[in-house]
C-alpha cells in the first residue's frame, strides 16, 4: 500500500529544542500531506508538498522531501509545549486522491 | 477562516440502527471525503465524492454505507445497519481540486451499542 510509516514512533523533548520526524513511502508520489492530530480531535492541515519540490516551510515548520529515497522529513524548531500532539505523513499518489495515514509519531514537548 | 464542520459530535446509537453524519464541506472546495479512526488505530480512508458520484472508495466501504449531496452545502455519511465495529470517530474531509490540501472537520464520535 501507499501509507507513509513515520519514524520514530514516539518523542520526547523538552521546550525549546528542535523535533525531527522521518517518512518513508513506497510507490511513487504526486504530493505528500502532513497532519498533527491532538488527542481525540481532529487532522489538522500543517503542510503539502509536492514531488517536483525539496523543501516547503511554514512558520516554524520545515519539510523536506528526497524522492529518491522515497521519504520525507518534518522539522519543528524552537518547540512550544502545545506542539505535544501526533504528527502523521500522509503520500498521494498519481492513481487517486486518498490519503493513506501510517501510525505517526507521537510527539511529547516538556515545558 | 473557512473550516469543515461535522455534526452531531457524538453519536450514540444502538446496533442496528442507521445513522446519518452530516458534514458541511468548505463552501468552494469540490472533493469531499469520509475517513474513519477507531480508538487506537490509524485513521482510515472510506470514500472521495466528485461531481455527485463516487471517485474512490475502500474496502471499508461496503454495501451498508453510502455518500450523498442533498445539497448545495451538506455532505453526508448513512450507515444503514450499525454492528458494534463501526463503533469509531468519523471525519469529513474536502478540497479545492486533485491532489489538493484536505482540510478535515472536528469528527463524529459515533459509539453502537
Known amino acids: 500500500s501507499q501509507q507513509g510509516e513515520e519514524d520514530p514512533q514516539a518523542l520526547s523533548i523538552q521546550e525549546g529544542e528542535n523535533a525531527t520526524m522521518n517518512c518513508s513511502y513506497k510507490t511513487s508520489i504526486n504530493n505528500l500531506q502532513w497532519y498533527r492530530q491532538n488527542s481525540g480531535r481532529g487532522l489538522v492541515h500543517l503542510i503539502l508538498i509536492r514531488s517536483n519540490e525539496r523543501e516547503k516551510h511554514s512558520g516554524r515548520l520545515r519539510v523536506t522531501l528526497d524522492t529518491s529515497k522515497k521519504s520525507s522529513s518534518l522539522l519543528i524548531t524552537a518547540s512550544r509545549a502545545a506542539d505535544t500532539a501526533s504528527y502523521f505523513c500522509a503520500p498521494v499518489n498519481n492513481a487517486g486522491n486518498m490519503l493513506t495515514f501510517g501510525g505517526g509519531t507521537r510527539l511529547m514537548v516538556k515545558p | 477562516e473557512p473550516e469543515v464542520t461535522q455534526t452531531p459530535s457524538h453519536q450514540v446509537t444502538q446496533m442496528g440502527q442507521e445513522v446519518i453524519l452530516r458534514c458541511v464541506p468548505i463552501?468552494?472546495?469540490?472533493?469531499f471525503y469520509w475517513y474513519r479512526q477507531i480508538l487506537g488505530q490509524k485513521v482510515e480512508f472510506l470514500v472521495s465524492?466528485?461531481?455527485?458520484?463516487?471517485?474512490?472508495k475502500s474496502e471499508i466501504f461496503d454495501d451498508q454505507f453510502s455518500v450523498e449531496r442533498p445539497d448545495g452545502s451538506n455532505f453526508t455519511l448513512k450507515i444503514r445497519s450499525t454492528k458494534l465495529e463501526d463503533s469509531a470517530m468519523y471525519f469529513c474531509?474536502?478540497?479545492?481540486?486533485?491532489?489538493?490540501?484536505?482540510?478535515f472537520g472536528p469528527g463524529t464520535r459515533l459509539t453502537v451499542l
Open positions: 463552501s468552494n472546495h469540490l472533493y
Open positions: 465524492f466528485y461531481n455527485n458520484e463516487i471517485s474512490e
Open positions: 474531509a474536502s478540497s479545492e481540486g486533485t491532489y489538493n490540501e484536505q482540510f
